[in-house]
């Protein structure tokens, strides 16, 4: 079956860096579009950057500039690495698969503390 494993989450001070990684299995990861999105307590989850299949990128704005997403098809797996963290960046980050279908990765928790 189809697994997306988030990991690479956890608690930094603001200016830090993190790296999350989605590391897939039992799906074609090359033809799928990978995104991250992120859910912070008491608000909607939202967009935070895409890769394509093509290798396209894009970001929200709140991110930019900071977060860069990338992805290895010969390992299966993506990338959001977090540079310049901010206390606003907390939240617990999802990384999504979309193509034909659509999969989500389980949640991985980011605090980042004044």
């Known amino acids: 079956q189809v697994q997306l494993v988030v990991s690479g989450g956890g608690l930094v001070q603001a200016g830090g860096s993190l790296k999350l990684s989605c590391t897939t299995s039992?799906?074609?990861?090359?033809?799928?579009?990978m995104l991250w999105y992120r859910q912070a307590p008491g608000k909607q989850r939202e967009f935070v950057a895409e890769?394509?299949?093509?290798?396209?990128?894009s970001y929200a704005n709140s991110v930019k500039g900071r977060f860069t997403i990338a992805r290895d098809n010969a390992k299966n797996t993506g990338y959001l690495q977090m540079n310049s963290l901010k206390p606003e960046d907390t939240a617990v980050y999802y990384c999504?698969?979309?193509?034909?279908?659509?999969?989500w990765g389980q949640g991985v928790q980011v605090t980042v503390s004044s």
């Open positions: 890769t394509t299949t093509s290798g396209d990128t």
């Open positions: 999504r698969l979309l193509g034909l279908d659509d999969y």
């Open positions: 039992g799906i074609t990861f090359s033809r799928m579009s």
